[in-house]
């Protein structure tokens, strides 16, 4: 199969035109024991960040709508019509994962089991794509075969054999984020050493491309109703400061695509 290449310039882009520009999301949101933003889901009305204990809901100008305390490891989330899905690897058991769903306003609605934990998450075409992590355990060692699973969006029943999924580089933790473009997936990973840390595939699991854009705190496609029906990417950016706690910064990659 041709290889893509995908280039991710660091660059901002203004979305102003459509209400929407770069901004900032303060330590007052945020749980000070719940590190890092793990995933970011965009709706044309909301962002919603997790972190390992919470789930933020904040307005396209960064206002703090709604938070909800969750189960300790919720990781990446994802958005579609309506519904928010998390993955969940639950700390401190570390041996299975929740998928759980929820509406707009944080309400959950349902979840489910799974036999691993999981962290990286994507709707696609009914499908629910989810990182299972390392095929060898434990995770946090260099390896290159992840394990991803399918499940229908709406019974959150298995649908398919899990995957090993394996896009030529080493990594460590699994799977971190997944979004998707309605056509392709782009999954990003903590690479290790000089490793690519995203992978684009399709929804076959063949691979499209790589990039070394380091997207893996945070990373969605933009509603197209805030572009002007163009491709656009959000990405969050963590910082610590010292007695004050975590700040969110929200940027717009550009993306142009090589073929």
């Known amino acids: 199969m041709r290889k893509i290449t995908v280039f991710f310039v660091a660059g901002i882009l203004a979305l102003a035109a459509f209400g929407?520009?770069?901004?900032?999301?303060?330590?007052?949101?945020?749980?000070?024991?719940?590190?890092?933003?793990?995933?970011?889901?965009?709706s044309h009305d909301a962002l919603y960040l997790t972190q390992q204990t919470r789930i933020v809901k904040v307005d396209w100008n960064g206002n703090v709508l709604k938070t909800l305390t969750v189960q300790n490891h919720t990781g990446d989330i994802t958005y579609h019509d309506g519904k928010l899905y998390t993955a969940v690897a639950v700390f401190p058991a570390k041996k299975e994962g929740w998928i759980q769903v929820f509406d707009e306003n944080l309400n959950l609605l349902k979840q489910t089991?799974?036999?691993?934990?999981?962290?990286?998450?994507?709707?696609?075409?009914?499908v629910l794509y989810v990182g299972m992590g390392a095929k060898e355990q434990p995770s946090n060692k260099p390896h290159r075969v992840n394990i991803l699973g399918r499940f229908d969006a709406e019974t959150l029943k298995e649908i398919s054999p899990r995957a090993d999924f394996d896009y030529g580089y080493?990594?460590?933790?699994?799977?971190?984020?997944?979004?998707t473009d309605g056509e392709v997936i782009y999954g990003s990973f903590y690479g290790f050493e000089n490793a690519p840390n995203i992978a684009v595939f399709d929804k076959d699991l063949n691979i499209i491309g790589t990039n070394p854009y380091r997207a893996y705190q945070g990373f969605d496609v933009m509603p197209k109703s805030l572009t002007g029906g163009k491709l656009e990417f959000i990405r969050s950016r963590n910082k610590f400061t010292k007695?004050?706690?975590?700040?969110?910064?929200?940027e717009f990659p550009e993306i142009t695509v090589n073929k």
């Open 20 to 42: 929407v520009d770069e901004f900032s999301v303060g330590p007052e949101a945020f749980d000070p024991k719940g590190g890092h933003i793990q995933g970011i889901a965009a």
């Open 113 to 126: 089991t799974v036999d691993r934990t999981i962290d990286g998450i994507v709707y696609l075409d009914g």
């Open 170 to 179: 080493q990594t460590k933790f699994g799977f971190q984020n997944l979004t």
């Open 243 to 250: 007695g004050e706690g975590l700040t969110c910064h929200l």
